[in-house]
């Protein structure tokens, strides 16, 4: 087998195609990892991986079939087997609702550059201080634990009808637990970062450290409904969740906390008295993310047929009033609204809002903070109602100073409820969903303070 290019992949895929129309879509990986434990690095290691996904489009009586094949390959010969089956699959395949016409277009300017890459050298600066941080836990009785991951991945994006697209995307994030030496509590700190430059390992310790000292005072707290601060990484849980439930299709047809009753979406109706900014921005500085629409498979948000469509800044949320959910092209026709894909970020804001986390705390009488939310279920989705547990730390504020750590909760909130109920927001930073950042780290949140946050039952996961 030769080695080739992702761009001769592309190439290949496109000429070696019987059917009517082919995309190829070639995602070209590189990771570096780090992991420690007990205040000593475990394991590292960098991955190169390639994946090739063909989506063979065959015209039928009835309209057009599309079928879909996404496998490794490296080489010209794997990927002709992966066509062989696309093509078959097209032909197969019963008539997709959602054929449109495909994207034209020409090869962008960096068509021809090579795939970035990472390697362990991405954590030249960062892991002297995490040595440093290990030495300082080993030296006054604590344990840490966690991880950092750096992958860039280059998609390039091929089709029949002329697109050459090519993205080079960097995503990089870290978490951090500390024990104390009987391993009686637990604090954790993450991220989300493009490069690590911006990683602080002492920082991060200092943060741990604080939030230990803060657990050795323990408080028993019954359930119930709470003045809460949500620091941005809580917010970020629950917000990304919201995005991922705002499908324009399931709000048409009645199924959705945004479906209109009687009919129809809630574009259009006011969610909250705050302004309130929810928005989406592939050119969005510190979050920078595909720009045009690359899918592998139809669902209700994203469609085959709409691959190399260009992405731009979408307002979900506008001054408080719901204005978009996810569309393609074919359920904008069913809504009669405007085509507002999906993108892979997600930027909450409120105007006017400043300050950090602590600052809302300050302005607390009796209440809580927590730390993050995990293991988040739909319990409803007329409401999208959730349920999750707190982790990791949930704090006693008396006065505006955090005096002690309290238990552990089962929560039950929506945040599209929460969007309308909460009382005050901090500036907005880079933040990072402990639940979701795996598959959606490019978050911006402010951290929100809700003066009545639903702590359901008590829980033991402690």
């Not at 205040?39 to 063909?54: A, F, I, R």
């Amino acid at each position: 087998m030769s080695a080739a290019t992702p761009q001769d992949l592309v190439e290949h895929a496109l000429a070696a195609s019987r059917s009517d129309h082919c995309i190829a879509i070639v995602h070209d990986s590189t990771s570096a990892n780090l992991r420690w434990a007990n205040n000593t690095l475990t394991t590292n290691g960098v991955m190169h991986s390639m994946s090739v996904t063909v989506v063979a489009l065959h015209g039928t009586a009835g309209g057009t079939a599309a079928g879909s094949v996404s496998s490794s390959a490296a080489a010209v010969d794997q990927v002709d087997r992966i066509v062989e089956a696309a093509d078959a699959a097209a032909r197969a395949g019963s008539p997709a609702e959602d054929a449109a016409e495909l994207v034209t277009g020409d090869a962008v300017t960096d068509w021809f550059e090579p795939s970035g890459g990472t390697s362990i050298e991405v954590y030249g600066d960062l892991a002297p201080a995490l040595g440093e941080a290990f030495r300082r836990a080993t030296a006054e009785g604590r344990v840490l634990y966690g991880f950092v991951d750096h992958d860039v991945t280059t998609t390039y994006l091929g089709t029949s009808t002329g697109v050459r697209l090519r993205h080079e995307q960097p995503t990089g994030h870290y978490g951090c637990t500390a024990k104390p030496a009987d391993l009686s509590t637990s604090a954790w700190v993450g991220g989300a970062t493009r490069d690590f430059s911006d990683v602080d390992p002492t920082a991060m310790d200092a943060e741990l450290v604080r939030r230990l000292g803060w657990a050795s005072r323990r408080v028993d707290l019954p359930a119930g409904r709470y003045d809460t601060v949500l620091p941005p990484t809580a917010v970020a849980d629950l917000m990304i969740y919201a995005y991922w439930s705002a499908s324009a299709r399931q709000a048409h047809d009645g199924q959705s906390v945004f479906s209109r009753r009687g009919g129809g979406t809630r574009i259009g109706d006011r969610l909250s008295d705050h302004p309130l900014q929810v928005y989406s921005d592939p050119a969005h500085d510190r979050l920078r993310a595909l720009p045009f629409v690359s899918t592998a498979t139809s669902s209700e948000i994203e469609s085959v047929f709409d691959n190399g469509l260009p992405l731009s800044r979408t307002h979900w949320v506008r001054d408080g009033t719901l204005t978009a959910l996810l569309q393609n092209r074919f359920t904008a026709g069913l809504t009669g609204q405007p085509v507002t894909p999906y993108v892979d970020n997600l930027i909450v804001e409120v105007d006017g809002a400043s300050g950090s986390t602590q600052d809302l705390v300050a302005g607390v009488e009796r209440g809580l903070l927590v730390t993050c939310l995990w293991y988040i279920r739909e319990v409803d989705p007329q409401s999208l109602l959730l349920t999750g547990l707190t982790r990791d730390g949930v704090y006693l504020v008396e006065d505006g100073e955090v005096t002690g750590a309290v238990t552990n909760y089962r929560f039950n909130e929506s945040p599209v409820d929460l969007m309308r109920r909460f009382s005050q927001a901090s500036a907005t930073t880079p933040s990072f969903s402990r639940e979701w950042g795996d598959y959606f780290p490019r978050t911006a949140t402010p951290a929100l303070r809700v003066p009545d946050f639903n702590m359901s039952t008590v829980s033991q996961a402690n």
